[in-house]
């Protein structure tokens, strides 16, 4: 045989050989997506609220828009889940609840957690039979998921209890239970954390330090309250953040190699609930890569400005609706946007009057309706004014409707260029569709702060708690002066009101500090 044709053989055999290499890989990828699709559970998306905040718009054709995700940990015993977390079985409650937002640039985040005990109104929600709640006020946050006794869980309600809350639309919510904390903390291979003290309570062993935890410890370690740190929901909420921060920490560490992602995948898919918007595993891997340039250092927790109100918790205003204003504005917890953001609105067009197309005759003339949703005397009064600046000309007063936390513009279907010129004079306003609607309404909430004066104390809910801005600090939206930090919490710029500066953590943060709230 000639050499020649040995290398002709040797050429055939090495691309046959690479050819079933290359079937072989995509085989497998075409078993593991198929296994991946199979684990997933997605919840009814028939249990979404209607009316719901606008999808944000692109600041310019083709750019990105923010992302907002609701983490659920559900604290149900079913499924098995009692061997990890003890108790009896029940469709339990969501103890755990972090907003995620994702920055429109797609390279910064903030994490919300929502105290689990803090008293919310629990919007209409769908029940098991099919019909829908009425609304219940002085709720707490967690008994949203648990409404209906649906078999499992009604992340949908709690969904719907977040926009309620925030004005913020949630694009995607995902539910994890004990036994998916359990598995992706082993297929990372342990995710270090820092305990406070030794703990021996209530079947839960830990020992003081920091440690790689796994498995059981994992859940462990996320569930625990009592005989840990100060005892407390807020600690627990604290911890919840710096353990994710460390797994974030690991998977950046080890890169986002097949060899990581697909045993964590697999764990995940496992355990978790999802919207019907991540129900395959494709959407999963394109929602995971999306998310892939998000730096560890560019990650803020804050847990929403909390206050005790006995056994319960309420939320600190101005500074809980602040921080909604500023996410749904797409700035930072110090007002700023992030780097090639652009301005990203929540309404169909730019929010800064000055900004917006010049009216038509038919706009100028349209029938306006302006409601004061607060009960602070003369608001609506100064929201006329701001629409008869813009050029707006028929512009009457409705009656008074108290109790709105967030400004919104509610319009006809074939009046939506007409609402979306309006809500540019009211920055951050919800458009909400509402068909039937004869003129636009524009119904201003507690977010709303009229032209040159001062926010007013009376704009929070009777439920709320009054906290004092920290001195110095601009209205939200602005950039604080350069190098000026806030007193209350070192460090940070002092445009950023105390309710929110004193409950930030960096996902960079050393693990074993700001365990606690004390």
């Not at 957690?113 to 946050?141: E, Y």
């Not at 040159?452 to 709320?464: S, Y």
Request: aromatic share 4%; glycine share 10%; charged share 20%.
């Amino acid at each position: 045989m000639s050499s020649s044709t040995r290398r002709r053989r040797f050429l055939r055999t090495a691309i046959g050989l690479a050819a079933v290499l290359v079937l072989s890989v995509a085989g497998v990828g075409a078993w593991f997506y198929n296994r991946l699709n199979s684990n997933i559970t997605t919840f009814d998306a028939g249990g979404v609220a209607t009316e719901r905040p606008p999808a944000p718009v692109p600041a310019s054709p083709g750019a990105q828009v923010p992302v907002n995700l609701l983490l659920l940990g559900s604290d149900t015993r079913d499924d098995g889940n009692n061997s990890l977390g003890g108790g009896d079985e029940g469709v339990g409650n969501s103890d755990t609840a972090i907003l995620i937002h994702v920055y429109a640039d797609h390279k910064h985040a903030v994490g919300v957690s929502i105290p689990r005990d803090t008293l919310v109104t629990i919007p209409s929600c769908k029940l098991a039979n099919g019909t829908w709640s009425k609304p219940r006020t002085d709720q707490m946050f967690n008994s949203a998921f648990s409404l209906g006794e649906l078999a499992k869980g009604n992340p949908a309600c709690t969904q719907n209890t977040v926009e309620s809350l925030t004005g913020l639309r949630i694009d995607h919510t995902i539910v994890v239970d004990f036994k998916g904390a359990a598995a992706m903390s082993e297929a990372l291979g342990g995710v270090d954390a820092c305990v406070p003290n030794d703990v021996n309570e209530y079947g839960i062993h830990l020992k003081k330090g920091m440690q790689k935890l796994s498995g059981q410890s994992a859940v462990d370690y996320l569930r625990a309250r009592h005989g840990i740190g100060d005892n407390s929901d807020i600690g627990r909420m604290k911890r919840q953040q710096a353990f994710l921060s460390s797994m974030i920490r690991k998977v950046q560490g080890q890169g986002f190699s097949l060899t990581t992602l697909l045993p964590l995948a697999d764990a995940a898919t496992k355990s978790l609930t999802v919207d019907e918007g991540l129900g395959t595993a494709s959407k999963l891997v394109d929602f995971a890569r999306s998310l892939s340039d998000i730096q560890l250092s560019d990650v803020t927790f804050v847990t929403a400005p909390w206050r005790f109100a006995g056994d319960r918790v309420r939320l600190v205003q101005p500074d809980a609706d602040t921080l909604w204003k500023l996410l749904r504005e797409d700035r930072t917890l110090d007002g700023h946007t992030t780097a090639g953001t652009g301005q990203v609105t929540s309404s169909p067009g730019p929010t800064a009057p000055g900004t917006t197309a010049p009216l038509t005759a038919e706009q100028a003339s349209a029938p306006i309706t302006v409601v004061n949703g607060v009960g602070t005397s003369g608001l609506a009064g100064s929201g006329s004014k701001a629409l008869q600046a813009r050029g707006f000309q028929n512009v009457v007063l409705g009656a008074n409707e108290p109790g709105k936390q967030h400004t919104e513009v509610a319009y006809d279907p074939a009046q939506k260029a007409l609402a979306a010129q309006v809500a540019a004079v009211f920055p951050g306003a919800a458009l909400v569709e509402r068909p039937g609607t004869e003129a636009v309404t524009v119904t201003l909430g507690a977010d709303y702060q009229p032209a040159g004066a001062a926010r007013t104390e009376t704009a929070a809910k009777p439920e709320a708690v009054t906290e004092p801005k920290a001195a110095s600090a601009p209205s939200p939206g602005l950039s604080p002066a350069p190098g000026a930090t806030n007193p209350a919490s070192p460090g940070v710029p002092s445009g950023m009101p105390t309710g929110i500066a004193e409950n930030i953590r960096g996902a960079d943060t050393d693990p074993c500090a700001n365990l606690t709230f004390g």
